[in-house]
C-alpha cells in the first residue's frame, strides 16, 4: 500500500517538474555571466542593470502596465453592470443569448479575435496603436468580468434588494451602498483576471498594434524570433515575481471572500 | 412603477454592455466573413473559397493542422489525465491544483523563448542526450519540439476541467465495482472513464481549438515547418497582406471551431487562466 502511494507521487511530481523546469530554467540563466542558456557561467546582476538602463524595454513596459490597468478597469465597469443588466433580464430566451454571445470571445482562438478586430478597426479607419490595442483588451476582458461577477449577484438573492427599497433607497443608494460592496469579492476576481489577460496576451495585441506601439509579449516575440538574449531572462524573473504576486493576490482575495461568506452565514444563524 | 422603475435600471445598466456586444462581438465576426468574399484587389468574388477548396497546398496545410492538434490533445490527455487522477487523491488537492495552474500565469511567449534555449544545438535537453550516450539531435525547429512545447503549455488546461469531473466522482462507484469483482481495468474503463467524460470532453476542447491556432509555436519552435490554421491567417493578414484569403481561412477555422464544440458537447466556456472555474 505504502509502495503505491509513493508511485503516486513520483508521477505527480514529475508532472510538476516539468511544469517548473523551464520556467526556473530561465530565472537561473538570467544570472548567468555568459550570454547563452547552455552554460551558467557565474553569478551576476549584469542583465537586470542592462534591462533597467534599457529605456526602450522599460518605456514598453510602462505602456502594458498603462494598457493592463486602463483595459481592466474599464472592462471590469463595463462587465459589471452589464452582469447587474443579464441578472435583471428574467425572460430565459433573452438570458442565454446575451450569455452565448458574452462567450463567443471566450472560446474563439485568439487568431480569429485579432483578424476580425484587426478589420474592425479598418473599416473604422480607427488608427492601429495604442487606442486599438486598448479597446481590444477592454474587449477581451469583458466576458470574464461578467463570469466572474454574475454568480455573486445571482447569490445576493432579492430579499436584500426589497429591504432597501423598502426603507427608502433611491437606484443610486440601492447600486452604491447595497449591490456594489456585497458584489465586491466578485469584482476584485473579476479585475484581476482582466488584469492578467491583458499582460498576457500577444496573438490579438500582434495584429491591432500596428507599427508604432508594442506591447512586452509583441517585444519578447521579436527579440525570441533574433535568438537567445539573457536580457529577456532577466525580464521573465522579473515577471515571475509579477505573476507569483498577482497568484498571491488573487489566492488571498479569494480566501478573504469564503471567509466573509462563512461569517456572515455564521451571524445569520 | 415598480416594474417602470426596474425597466430604467436595466437599461442603463445594459447600454455599453450591449454596444460592446454589438461592436467587438457581432460586428467583426460579420466584417470577417463579408471580407472573405473580396480578393486582394478589393473585388467582391468567390474565388477565396474556390481556391481554397481546389488548391492542395491549402487542403493539405488544413488536413496538417488537424492531425498537429489531434496529435498535441492526444498527448496532453495522456499526461493530464492520470496527473488529475492522482491529483484528486492526494491529502491536498487544492494546493496541488493550484501548483499546476500556477505556470498558466507565466507569459506563453517567455515559455516558448525558455525551450529555444533548452531545445539549441548545446542547450540543457542535448547535454542530456550525451551525457546518457544517445548523442546531440537536432531538437529545436523539429515536429517533435512543437508537439512537445505545445503540449506542455495546454497541460493545465486540460488538467483543470478533468480534475473537476474527477473530483465530482463517487467514490462509492469505485468501491462497488471493485466489490462486484471488476478488474483495475474494468472499473476504469466502464465505470470511471464514463464517468469522467464529461470533463475530458470539456478538456479536449480547451486544448483543440487553441492547437490549431498556435501560430508563436509555429514560428518560434517550429521553425515554419508545421503551418497551422493560425499561422496561415497571420501570414495572410500581416505579410502578404491578403486579406480575403486570410478571412477564408479564418471562416473555416470558425466552422472547425463549431463542429468541436458540437462534438464535445455545447460551448463551455475555455478558462484561459487555470484559477477561472
Known sequence: ?269 | MQRKQKLTRNTAYFVPYTLWIVLFVIAPVILLIYQSFFNIDGQFTLGNYQTYFTSSTYLMMTVNSVWYAFLITLATLLISYPTAYLLNETKHPQLWLLLIIMPTWINLLLKAYAFIGIFSQVGIANQFLSFIGIGPKQLLFTNFSFIFVAAYIQIPFMVLPIYNAVSELNPSYVNASRDLGATPWQTFSRVIFPLTLPGVKAGIQAVFIPSLSLFMLTRLIGGNKVITLGTAIEEHFLTTMNWGMGSTIGVVLIIAMVIIMWLTGGSKRRPRKGLTK
Open chain 1, 1 to 269: 500500500m505504502t509502495r503505491k502511494f509513493k508511485w503516486r507521487h513520483l508521477y505527480l511530481w514529475l508532472v510538476f517538474i516539468v511544469l517548473y523546469a523551464p520556467i526556473i530554467f530561465l530565472v537561473v540563466y538570467s544570472f548567468s555571466a555568459g550570454t547563452t542558456m547552455n552554460n551558467f557561467h557565474g553569478f551576476t546582476w549584469s542583465h537586470y542593470q542592462d534591462l533597467f538602463a534599457d529605456s526602450r524595454l522599460i518605456a514598453i513596459f510602462l505602456d502594458t502596465l498603462l494598457i493592463a490597468l486602463l483595459s481592466s478597469v474599464l472592462a471590469t465597469t463595463i462587465g459589471t453592470l452589464g452582469a447587474l443588466g443579464i441578472n435583471n433580464t428574467t425572460r430565459p430566451v433573452a438570458r442565454n443569448t446575451i450569455l452565448s454571445l458574452n462567450n463567443i470571445l471566450m472560446v474563439s482562438p485568439d487568431v480569429i479575435i485579432g483578424a476580425s478586430f484587426l478589420i474592425f478597426f479598418t473599416a473604422l479607419k480607427i488608427p492601429l496603436g495604442f487606442g486599438s490595442v486598448l479597446l481590444s483588451h477592454i474587449a477581451f476582458s469583458i466576458p470574464i468580468v461578467v463570469l466572474m461577477v454574475l454568480p455573486k449577484i445571482q447569490e445576493m438573492g432579492t430579499s436584500l434588494l426589497d429591504a432597501a427599497s423598502d426603507l427608502g433607497a433611491n437606484n443610486w443608494q440601492l447600486l452604491s451602498q447595497v449591490i456594489v460592496p456585497y458584489i465586491m469579492p466578485g469584482i476584485f476576481s473579476g479585475f484581476f483576471m482582466a488584469l492578467t489577460y491583458s499582460l498576457d496576451d500577444f496573438a490579438v495585441t500582434f495584429f491591432v498594434t500596428g507599427n508604432g506601439f508594442t506591447t512586452l509579449s509583441v517585444e519578447i516575440y521579436s527579440r525570441a524570433r533574433q535568438g537567445i538574449n539573457l536580457e529577456i531572462n532577466a525580464l521573465s524573473g522579473l515577471m515571475f515575481l509579477l505573476a507569483l504576486i498577482l497568484v498571491i493576490g488573487y489566492y488571498f482575495i479569494n480566501q478573504y471572500s469564503s471567509r466573509h461568506r462563512a461569517a456572515a452565514r455564521g451571524r445569520r444563524s
